[in-house]
């Protein structure tokens, strides 16, 4: 830390150019603007498959390739927003998702913070060890153990059921490692004055620590929704009857199907991001604090 | 803990310790519980059985039947297998330090105060939570060799004898590299944003009074401060390298040829595809033990740079 001074003689004291904040030079008015287009640029380079995507989706389907792109869809095709219902199972697909995203979420953050609370504010002796446990298996990829535990769910009569990826996703790692992160931050001695004034440890749980866990518990809420709706190696491992698809898989199926339906595939990519982007833009705040600390302090 | 020593001593503490500490013992179980039988069942004994399986051939008809090291010796002079490490390694070695690049400049564009850094922001990270068939299908179509916009686009440079991309043995794996690196920036970026948020105001201002240019500041504040995060990202980067696996089975299903499979593929493949769990398995430990093995390394290394 302190190399940066010992290092070199010490100079007399000139106040660089850039010294006052409130006032700024041609040459810091010019990085200014630089920045600002070069954060454009980048920004619309990174959105670019998106716009494309949205544009693709209204257009006709001769029109998706055509040379030079048409940014401006002309005619604008909002009939696709109608078709794509007639032309695949969206509904089940979505109702297939969703039930899995909410049912995910409520197990995962239920017994995640539950868990969390055990390893953060209780203590007896395994405790250590056991979170290392669940720290440890974030090294392990999914991939390496997924046949082993496939043939645990099918000899359990759960594959081809959603069920399979309701139990699959729900209890992993990842909810009581977060909550376990936000749990810490929050001061022993709010835990030790409800002891002594005699509540237990479910409602030191229930009326303390959850109540006061806001942030961390939307930050998991807003992931685990996320990620089981862009699941997509699950359910296609899992869930083999057309009836239980998923968006994701429902939509792969769609592309390779209809694979010259360009405009229409837009048009269910659209449908199948749609969500998120809501969700997304609404807890935004709490996705970028939440991932933050729960990357960090690991 | 210590905040307590203030307080009257309380009455548990007289009780004896044993029945006290049995009942907390019992307390956080009942806690981690509802979780672990989960995680048990569902991560920690998969594990186990695959070393067990490893070792097996199996085709998922009738019993496992113990094999010893047979999967492995079939591993050595497996040539599929050994392209499918290849293809992972060469995802790695360049989806790791550019997505490691990409990282660290945009959050250090975007570490400051400005207007619209939240947009900024919110747009990088913006790829890395939607879905990747939504994601794989739409870049799929951007790369199209004929009339596709990027083609279009590099055409606009005088490039001709352009790359068809995913339909093409070299290329396929460039072009999910770039697709890799730009889903994945973003969430990194984020990581080391919150890293930036440690790094000291007050050493900045110390080494610009002394003189030092922003590039200086940069490599002898920034940086070192920046190593506990760096350390994590890479770690967790390379995990994420090692196990890709949904990206490139909706961009290139591993194709064309087998130019684009990577191991955990070629373990989803042996598996649900051929019924040769046994083999499967001993592909999955492979893949086991690599990201274990780079996980411990690159632990090591940074506990002998920390002292």
């Known amino acids: ?298 | 803990m210590a905040t307590l020593s203030a307080a009257p001593p309380r009455r548990r503490t007289r009780r004896p310790g044993a029945r006290l500490r049995r009942r907390n013992t019992f307390i956080g179980w009942t806690f981690i519980l509802p979780n672990f039988i989960g995680f048990a069942t569902l991560t920690l004994v998969p594990v186990l059985i695959l070393f067990y399986l490893g070792f097996t051939s199996w085709n998922a008809f009738g019993a496992a039947e113990w094999v010893g090291l047979a999967n492995y010796e079939r591993l050595l002079n497996d040539r599929t297998f050994h392209r499918v490490l290849f293809n992972t390694l060469y995802y790695a070695a360049f989806h790791i330090p550019l997505t490691l690049g990409a990282a660290l400049g945009l959050a250090l564009l975007l570490n400051r105060k400005m207007r619209g850094v939240a947009f900024f922001r919110t747009v990088a990270f913006f790829p890395y939570i939607t879905s990747i068939v939504a994601i794989a299908v739409v870049w799929n179509m951007l790369f199209s060799a004929e009339t596709g916009p990027i083609n279009q686009f590099l055409g606009l440079f005088g490039f001709d004898d352009l790359p068809g991309w995913t339909v093409s043995t070299t290329w396929a794996m460039p072009a999910v590299i770039i697709v890799g690196t730009w889903r994945e920036m973003g969430y990194f970026m984020l990581l080391f944003l919150a890293g930036l948020q440690t790094v000291p105001t007050e050493l900045h201002e110390a080494a610009r009074v002394d003189g030092a240019s922003s590039w200086q500041r940069f490599l002898n504040v920034t940086l070192p401060c920046l190593r506990p995060t760096t350390f994590f990202v890479t770690v967790m980067l390379t995990i994420e390298s090692f196990k890709i696996l949904d990206l490139i089975l909706v961009m290139t299903n591993g194709g064309p040829g087998i130019s684009t499979t990577v191991l955990a593929q070629y373990v989803f493949r042996k598996g649900f595809q051929e019924n040769d769990f046994g083999y499967a398995s001993a592909v999955a430990l492979v893949l086991f033990f690599i990201c274990i093995s780079v996980t411990v390394v690159q632990f090591l290394a940074n506990k002998r740079r920390e002292r």
């Open chain 1, 1 to 298: 830390m302190a190399l940066l001074t010992l290092d070199r003689p010490a100079k007399t004291f000139t106040p660089p150019a850039d010294f006052r904040p409130d006032r700024r030079t041609p040459g810091q008015v010019i990085a200014r603007v630089a920045l600002y287009v070069g954060l454009s640029v980048a920004s619309a380079a990174i959105l670019l498959p998106f716009v494309w995507m949205v544009i693709s989706s209204l257009k006709t389907n001769n029109q998706v390739f055509t040379v030079p792109i048409q940014w401006i869809p002309d005619p604008v095709v909002w009939s696709n927003y109608v078709d794509i219902w007639a032309t695949s199972n969206m509904t089940t697909w979505i109702r297939n998702t969703l039930i899995l995203s909410v049912g995910v979420t409520f197990l995962q953050v239920f017994t995640g913070s539950f868990a969390a609370y055990g390893f953060s504010k209780m203590r007896f002796p395994g405790r250590d060890v056991l979170f290392l446990a669940y720290v440890g298996t974030i090294a392990v990829p999914w991939q390496a153990y997924m046949i082993p535990q496939y043939i645990i769910l099918s000899r359990a009569g759960l594959s081809n059921t959603l069920w399979s990826i309701l139990v699959l996703q729900a209890f992993g790692a990842f909810g009581v490692f977060l909550m376990k992160q936000y749990y810490d931050s929050i001061p022993e001695e709010l835990s030790e004055a409800a002891r002594i004034d005699g509540l237990s440890e479910y409602s030191i749980w229930r009326r303390i620590v959850v109540p006061l866990s806001g942030p961390a518990l939307a930050t998991l809420v807003l992931l685990t929704f996320v990620n089981t709706w862009n699941d997509y190696l699950g359910p296609l491992i899992y869930l083999r009857d057309r009836d239980l698809w998923t968006i994701q898989i429902g939509l792969n199926s769609f592309a390779s199907q209809y694979n010259t339906e360009h405009a229409l595939i837009m048009t269910g990519s659209v449908i199948s991001v749609l969500p998120i982007a809501i969700i997304f833009l609404a807890g935004q705040r709490y996705f970028v604090q939440g991932i933050a600390t729960a990357g960090l302090k690991g």
